[in-house]
């Protein structure tokens, strides 16, 4: 019997597998993206003496020693070192999460701490950025709230009701991060290399910075899907445990 539900679990995990491997790439790309936005917001860089460089230009720098500072948009060096640093910020992170994957820290971190990253993690980048914290508070803490009775099995009830309220969530930031502007965040919170053509339209051109709510929504997606598929089978049924 012991036998026959360990070959069960097993084939359940094996079955989990890839998704938590794309549980883990999204979370990576989307977190480091949300790191190098807020660091660029809060370098405050104006290229006089004392100011501190964000990431992206120190990362510039090591690569290619040269100090002039362009728009990121038309700065191959300065594109290449956004990557650059993206792409190292994204492995750290997820080789970080390959390495406890076995553990128990590993549950914690993509089912409570990635979904709480996922929905909030580029709203307060927007609040630390624009320093509008006030009225912008009490939707991060609805989101929270949201997030915190998801994790524990207990709302909402039906999969399409919890999707759209997590459309409507990004579709504000959205609104936020169009109406700040892009060179509100810096200028050098990189632009979205992950997404070609963002010159084709004029709202994505002002605002590059749209992929992030697009790679927060993502991610929020996966981690959904997630949590639901390693649900225990003592968890609180949504329809009964609000």
């Given amino acids: 019997m012991r036998n026959g539900i360990d070959a069960v679990s097993n084939t359940c995990m094996s079955a989990r597998a890839p998704l938590r491997l794309a549980h883990e790439l999204v979370f990576s790309t989307y977190v480091s993206g949300v790191l190098i936005l807020a660091n660029d917001a809060g370098s405050h860089w104006m290229n006089q003496i004392g100011d501190k460089p964000p990431w992206v230009l120190r990362m510039k720098f090591t690569l290619t020693h040269d100090l ?6 038309d700065d191959p060096k300065l594109n290449f070192a956004f990557i650059v640093l993206w792409a190292v910020l994204a492995l750290g992170i997820f080789l970080l999460l390959r390495l406890v994957r076995r553990s128990r820290l590993s549950d914690f971190l993509l089912r409570d701490v990635a979904g709480i990253v996922a929905i909030v993690g580029f709203p307060v980048a927007c609040m630390y950025a624009a320093h509008r914290v006030v009225w912008t508070s009490i939707e991060v803490a609805g989101a929270l709230r949201f997030a915190y009775l998801y994790i524990s099995w207990r709302w909402p009830r039906t999969v399409s009701f919890a999707v759209g309220l997590c459309l409507l969530h990004f579709l504000f930031w959205a609104w936020v991060d169009w109406a700040m502007g892009y060179y509100e965040w810096g200028g050098y919170g990189g632009v979205p ?28 997606m996966i981690w959904g899907v997630y949590v639901r598929k390693t649900k225990p089978a003592t968890a609180p049924n949504p329809a009964t445990a609000m």
């Avoid at 002039?68 to 948009?73: F, K």
């Fill in 68 to 73: 002039r500072t362009h728009s990121l948009i």
């Fill in 193 to 220: 290399l992950l997404w070609p053509g963002f010159r084709l339209t004029t709202l994505t051109e002002r605002n590059p910075t749209l992929i992030y709510p697009c790679l927060g929504f993502l991610s929020a």
